[in-house]
């Protein structure tokens, strides 16, 4: 068996006496698009801060591409490769479409932030690929904070793209949206990610993106793994499913019950998706 990309084992964070994380395992193989679902407060956004160094561990072991990585400065992390897609901050609102994604492009390359020399031009035409394939050329002049919220989510992902990510992290990435948007940025992760041949771990509340998306999905509860398995696997586990909607619907777990037996045999891959259908942005 070839070495996950990324790999979590054995990992917790604890805050004041609460266990936020707890045992939390995670494989990750290159090239896949693998998701991690549970309900509100499982520990979902303390993971990803883990990995991308934003928390340091209570214990446990990140890896990636074999090598730890756990407590590691955050822009260490990033140099390594390892990215989330970041909200627009105020610096960037202010900026075009065009200079948001360039100032991202040019930061990774660590060359000093001229917007008008030659380095610019050299990138130019790069920017202007990414701003095509996540559907917002037609934006490039407009600034970054007057766009909507679905194409701000797309200005995002170029952004945290135009880094050349080996692994890219999306915590929530529709959230807020509309069905419309939420449709459209899911096909541009896979559509934009997939062409590149970048490793994605998502969180996401809508199960309709999950099970469409990704590859394979592993499931928080209070921390830790309840099961793991593709989306066609993990869809059947009623327990899942129980815990999952019933957050959904209530906003509160109610289901009691006692750990999943974990999944980790390796199923068939899930079909892709055809993105095309999803490209209606403007339609609507
Ligand atoms: P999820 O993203 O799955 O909804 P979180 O990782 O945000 O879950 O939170 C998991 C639990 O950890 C929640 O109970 C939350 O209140 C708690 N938590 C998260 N961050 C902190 C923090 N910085 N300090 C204290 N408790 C935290
Ligand atoms: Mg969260």
Redesign the pocket.
Known sequence: MSTPLLEVRNLSKT??A?R??DGMELSVEAGTIHSVI????????????LITGV?VPTSGEILLGGQAIGGEHPHQIARKGLVQVFQLTSIFTRLSVFDSVMVAAMATRRRSLDLSGRFRKALAGEVELLLEDVGISHLAKRISGELSHGDQRALELAMALATKPRVLLL??PTAGMSPAETSTIAALIVSSVRSRDITVVL?EHDMDVIFEISDRVTV?HQ?RVIAEGTPQEVRTIPEVMAVYLGDQVSGVVSVGYGPLPRRRESGPRTPLPDSSKHREKGQS
């Open positions: 805050f004041k609460f936020a994380v549970g309900p509100n407060g499982a520990g979902k956004s303390t993971l990803f801060k928390h915590d929530e969180s928080m921390g």
